[in-house]
């Protein structure tokens, strides 16, 4: 089992300058060759904008002045370099070459642009695919010990807010470039036109610019912050609630839980607010300074300076075309912040997902089971986290030797928090034992391949888990193989192939999502169809007749009959019923995490009182339904009474 590609342990942040800039474009998914070519095509469609721009200039004198680009060399360097540059290609700069050349270098630079815009917009989103499906691998790949801890609106900020904002970290960089060329291009420009104007007018900008973007960039980065921490609480709260509608019903809260999403929101609204006053200020600071500076460089420039109309003009445009650039490039400085955060979010959640990977060093495959499955001095601790309260963390499973035979059906039985879904956890290695080892005839579990494992048990938990789709895909999620003649065997010996035969669909219809469009029971029986059409040799059940009806009980009852006088699967069944543990070859009985039996009912009738107590106080009881934790109960009350 190959864990998602992601080896690096040390977060982003922990390295220098250059470790970044060496990992941080495989890890945005965005390489450095085609950073290179939109850079290059941003300066290309820049350069020819500038050209464009410096050509009006000829061009209306040209028009004005009724002479030649000759006769008007002496009156700017922009002629004198236009004349050059023409007479390098061999051509003469009459009023129509001119015009010509600037009509096709406007119509390239617009091919130029069409190709940049597409190509960014194709690395952006593959960035953000590619960000969001490794970083989804890595949950996946991950141990149950550590997903169980992640909360699920987390998980779904990361997936798609934030990496869609890492990935749009390489756009605000080729921004800023693109704004600081753009700069050069326009500022040389202006110098050409007229160096004394100009440095009054940049002399003006800049002052702006600088006040600005300073306390910009220093807003939005702790907005962005602020922003990137509500909506995760927002996704999270929202993820939550949506598991929760029958509680938030039943408890009569929908006007507190509208008031809360409400105030969550409005927190989230404040921050996006802050973020556009920024802007706001920004723009109209840029712009109320752009007018007042304009009429002083007109006056200037005209009193001063003595530009004529069309050099002051030419010289009015180019100033105007800077200052959207300069208020870009204050933009991209935030976001480029602001994306950072995310690059760095992501970083360290991926680096805490794969730390938590599934080690899988094991070459073997499973063994066709003969003798069983052994577990050998193994003991289990849930992490200390898991129970904040706790002084240290309760043991589950304590020093547990137990032998379950092959092929035969083994019932774990014992007090709720006795530890039987723990064990259960330990067989396909969803947890590893603190202490101790399993073994699968003479194969550790560790030298098993995972996959191998894995396919080998087929595991039915008490909440079947049932995927939005139909009940065919349902039954060969984990089987995409399985052809309709053994999904209609698997179903027919689970006793659901005449349920879903009278639905209106049949095999095909929708069961909605979690399965909200099937009952209990038979949500039970497709989970257990799904784990027959694995055809694994183990087959772990977490009490399936728990939540049955008693027609369905009855059905899954003689489904695992089947099975067991078959003789090729071994089952093991954590019981909660009496009534399954009848059916059992061999019980296991466990309390507080410690075996205190094992054997067969007659055995454990002579040598372990606790389940001689349950079954003399179920047969003792009228009205009682055998249900295992609520005589563990009344046992635990009357061995108390009975030691006062
Ligand atoms: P049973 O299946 O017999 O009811 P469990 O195996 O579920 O018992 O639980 C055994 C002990 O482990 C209990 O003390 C329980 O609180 C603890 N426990 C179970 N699951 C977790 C978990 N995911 N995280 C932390 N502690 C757990």
Redesign the pocket.
């Known amino acids: 089992m190959k864990s998602s590609e992601f080896s690096r342990t040390e977060p982003l942040e922990k390295l220098g300058w250059r470790g970044r800039i060496a990992v941080t474009p495989d890890f945005i998914g965005y390489p450095i060759s085609a950073f290179a070519i939109i850079v290059g095509l941003t300066l290309a469609v820049t350069l020819m904008e500038g050209v464009g721009i410096a050509l009006l200039y000829p061009i209306i004198e040209l028009l004005q002045t009724g002479q030649n680009l000759e006769q008007l060399a002496d009156r700017s360097p922009v002629f004198r370099v236009t004349l050059t540059s023409f007479a390098f290609l061999g051509l003469r700069p009459t009023l129509e070459v001119l015009m010509l050349a600037t009509g096709a270098l406007i119509l390239f630079r617009q091919i130029l642009t069409y190709i940049m815009s597409l190509s960014r917009a194709y690395f952006s989103q593959r960035a953000v695919a590619r960000i969001a499906s490794r970083t989804f691998g890595l949950f996946t790949f991950a141990g149950v010990a550590y997903t ?1 801890k992640l909360r699920s609106g987390t998980l779904i900020n990361a997936l798609f807010t934030e990496a869609k904002r890492a990935a749009m970290f390489a756009a605000a960089l080729q921004n800023i470039i693109s704004s600081m060329f753009k700069i050069i291009v326009f500022v040389t420009l202006l110098l050409f036109i007229s160096w004394q104007a100009t440095l009054v007018g940049l002399g003006l900008l800049l002052v702006v610019a600088f006040f600005v973007s300073r306390s910009a960039v220093r807003g939005t980065k702790l907005s962005g912050q602020m922003i990137n921490e509500a909506n995760d609480r927002l996704t999270r709260y929202t993820t939550e609630r949506f598991a929760l509608f029958r509680l938030i019903k039943v408890q009569s809260m929908e006007a507190v839980e509208t008031a809360l999403f409400r105030r969550e929101f409005d927190e989230l609204r404040d921050l996006n607010v802050d973020v556009a006053r920024y802007s706001a200020r920004i723009q109209v600071l840029i712009e109320g300074a752009a007018i007042v500076g304009a009429f002083a460089l007109i006056y200037l420039a005209t009193e001063v300076f003595s530009l004529s109309l069309a050099t002051l003009g030419i010289f009015l445009l180019v100033l105007f075309r800077l200052l959207p650039v300069t208020q870009e490039l204050s933009v991209a400085r935030q976001q480029l912040s602001a994306y950072l955060h995310a690059i760095l979010y992501i970083d360290r959640i991926s680096i805490e997902a794969s730390a938590h990977a599934e080690q899988d060093n094991g070459t073997l495959p499973f063994p066709k089971l003969r003798q069983g499955i052994r577990f050998e001095a193994v003991s289990f601790q ?1 992490p200390l986290e ?2 904040p309260d706790a002084a240290s963390a ?1 043991v ?1 499973l304590a020093d547990v030797s137990i032998d379950i035979p092959a092929c035969q059906t083994t019932a774990l039985l ?1 007090p ?7 064990l259960a956890d330990l067989i396909p290695r969803l947890r590893e034992p603190t202490e101790g080892r399993i073994l699968f005839d003479d194969t550790a579990a560790v030298d098993i391949r995972l996959d191998a494992l894995r396919r080998a048990v087929a595991l039915v938990s008490q909440d079947a888990l049932i995927i939005d789709g139909t009940i065919t895909e349902n039954l060969r999620y984990g089987r995409p193989d399985a052809t309709q003649q053994e999904i209609e065997t698997a179903a027919h010996d689970a006793f659901a192939h005449s349920f879903i035969e009278a639905m209106p669909q049949g095999y095909d219809t929708i069961v909605g999502e979690r399965g909200v469009l099937l009952s209990g029971g038979q949500k039970q029986r497709l989970a257990l169809a799904r784990a027959l059409l694995a055809q694994a040799s183990v087959l772990l059940l977490d009490e399936p007749t728990s939540a049955l009806d008693a027609e369905s009980e009855t059905a899954v009852q003689r489904a695992l009959a089947t099975l067991q006088d078959d003789g090729n699967t071994t089952i093991i069944i ?1 019981a909660h019923r009496l009534s399954t543990v009848r059916h059992a070859d061999h019980i296991v009985v ?1 309390e507080n995490g410690c075996v205190i039996g094992t054997g067969t009912h007659d055995a454990l009738m002579t040598d372990t009182s606790w389940y001689r107590k349950i079954v003399d106080l179920q047969t003792g009881a009228s009205t009682d339904t055998d249900n295992i934790a609520s005589l563990s109960r009344n046992v635990q009350t009357t061995s108390k009474e009975n030691t006062t």
């Open positions: 169980e849930y898991a129970h309760p589950a014992g709720s928090g006795a530890g039987k879904s723990t954590i466990l």
